[in-house]
């Protein structure tokens, strides 16, 4: 297994996807249904008609020309080669029905339990605290365990222990970041309004227009961002933890330093190569430029 993660090379544990080093578990344990991002229906634990022999997909350089766009915008967070060579020692879910039925059930739980993995790494990582690392720890040990003992995870739990831990250290990021007259009228540090719209935690900005605007610690935690219009918009240190990107367009925009934002997020929008983003982050095929 690689010691790669999302930000950088030779940190704690391997937390982004190599597709070298997993049985194509995405494209057969996953279902996805006939929409925008995929063109047929797929039972969980069907193979796609495109995966070959090889667990490698045989249409991957065209996968959005093809309509599979919701292929390139998925990211396992590691969780694949994670149960591929680590939790079933290299056994395949081709070699037995048995392996095959482990294998599916316990890889949505992995992935998860490495998304958590991501957001207390990047906030150690940040802001060193000796509760995140234990945290960390922790959920890496559920992860390395063995299948029955993962199935046996409450993950949302997991993440309920986590949460303050996170949201304290996305306010200990931004503090320095927000422009001070931000939110200036509102009792929550993390609102304020751009023009007549509400930016904050769990905002609507679906389709919203917030071209050029400055957003430098901006809380955008689980806001609805579908198709916004965030051209040249100024998210250097912004919380994007479980904010909804997909098409929103990120062309000449800044994301340098923006916290908890995942390659996921960034697959799932548009942009181009003006877009600023952190080293370690991969630069969609799609965007223009």
Not at 57 to 67: D, F, N, Q, V
Not at 139 to 151: E, Q
Request: glycine fraction near 10%; include cysteine; hydrophobic fraction near 35%.
């Amino acid at each position: 297994m690689t010691t790669r993660t999302r930000v950088a090379l030779g940190r704690r544990e391997d937390l982004g996807a190599d597709r070298a080093n997993c049985f194509g578990l995405c494209c057969v344990a996953l279902a996805f249904t006939r929409s925008v991002d995929f063109p047929v229906d797929k039972p969980a634990g069907d193979p796609c008609d495109n995966l070959d022999g090889a667990d490698a997909c045989t249409i991957h350089p065209e996968l959005r020309s093809r309509g599979f766009r919701g292929c390139t915008v998925f990211d396992c967070s590691g969780a694949g080669q994670k149960v591929s060579r680590h939790t079933f020692a290299g056994r395949s879910w081709r070699d037995d029905d048995a392996t095959r039925q482990a294998m599916f059930a316990t890889f949505p739980v992995v992935r998860r339990l490495h998304e958590l993995l991501r957001y207390l790494d990047e906030a150690a990582s940040a802001s060193p605290d000796a509760a995140l690392t234990e945290r960390f720890e922790h959920v890496r040990a559920l992860s390395d365990a063995d299948p029955d003992t993962i199935l046996s995870v409450d993950v949302d739990a997991e993440y309920d222990v986590a949460r303050p831990l996170l949201l304290e250290a996305s306010r200990r990021a931004r503090a320095g970041a927000r422009d001070p007259d931000a939110g200036g009228r509102s009792p929550d540090p993390d609102e304020r309004r751009i023009g007549r719209v509400r930016v904050g935690p769990g905002a609507d900005l679906l389709g919203a227009d917030l071209r050029r605007a400055d957003l430098r610690g901006a809380s955008l935690r689980g806001a609805l961002l579908i198709g916004a219009d965030l051209r040249g918009a100024d998210l250097r240190s912004c919380e994007c933890i479980g904010a909804d990107l997909r098409g929103a367009d990120l062309s000449g925009a800044d994301l340098r330093g923006a916290v908890f934002l995942t390659q996921m997020q960034v697959n799932a929008a548009r942009g181009d190569r003006r877009t600023r983003l952190d080293e370690g982050f991969q630069r969609p095929s799609h965007w223009t430029g």
